[in-house]
């Protein structure tokens, strides 16, 4: 599976925008981009997803690089019940195994009041 | 829509004794997700069913593990016999399509197991 890397945490201040960076320099052609969060106590929860084009949708926008090797999960205005982990994954169509998602050890976003 | 339904969300037992955990998943979906989450190993995926059969089991830790999808409203997983390493949280998780790379898997609140 391609791998990504995220920072292991971050902070942010609440009503302020936060941009949340991924690196997956290893991604193939038809792998998509796929964001999840987990807040405390939760399930995973979907975020958003893209391929090439950047992504807007009610809860964040993702901005892809044009090489795709890297990507930005941005919360435009962060609300306390944003603190979560964040998960970046990369899900391909390529051997077989297109349903799975991979979970690394993700971002974890502190929202300060 | 109720989203993912499971049960448990709490199990506490000593080891040896047999486990259920159960998952409901949203209707219409044809794909269902067991996951388990440690500190030590994160989120993981157990086993895969797509229209209520088996497709990937590779992650099921070892034979003490069984999971079962009777239809399309229903799945187990089953631990016997339990042991202290198996606590962790059992995540379920449906999709409408696991297959398509695009799709959302929709996740449960999970089931907290605790075996003593």
């Given at each position: 599976d391609a791998k990504t890397t995220q920072p292991n945490s971050m902070e942010s201040n609440e009503e302020e925008p936060v941009h949340l960076p991924c690196n997956h320099s290893t991604i193939s052609g038809t792998d998509y981009i796929h964001w999840y969060r987990q807040l405390p106590s939760q399930g995973p929860e979907y975020v958003i997803h893209g391929l090439t084009s950047n992504v807007n949708n009610r809860m964040a926008s993702l901005a892809i690089a044009e090489d795709r090797k890297s990507s930005t999960l941005i919360l435009h205005r962060a609300t306390l019940r944003d603190a979560a982990v964040y998960y970046c994954i990369l899900r391909g169509s390529s051997g077989g195994s297109n349903y799975k998602l991979t979970f690394g050890k993700g971002t974890l976003l502190t929202v300060n009041p | 829509d109720a989203g993912v339904i499971q049960s448990p969300r709490h199990e506490v037992t000593e080891m040896g004794q047999e486990v259920t955990l159960r998952c409901k998943p949203i209707s219409g979906h044809n794909s269902l997700f067991w996951y388990r989450q440690t500190m030590m190993r994160g989120l993981e995926l157990l086993i895969y069913f797509n229209n209520n059969v088996?497709?990937?089991?590779?992650?099921?830790?070892?034979?003490?593990f069984s999971a079962k999808m009777?239809?399309?409203?229903f799945s187990t997983l089953k631990i016997q016999?339990?042991?202290?390493?198996?606590s962790a949280v059992y995540f379920c998780a449906s999709s409408?399509?696991?297959?398509?790379?695009g799709e959302t898997q929709y996740f449960g609140p999970g089931t907290r197991l605790l075996v003593l």
């Open positions: - | 088996p497709i990937d089991d590779s992650g099921m830790p070892e034979d003490r009777p239809n399309a409203s016999p339990s042991e202290p390493r198996d409408l399509n696991g297959e398509l790379t």
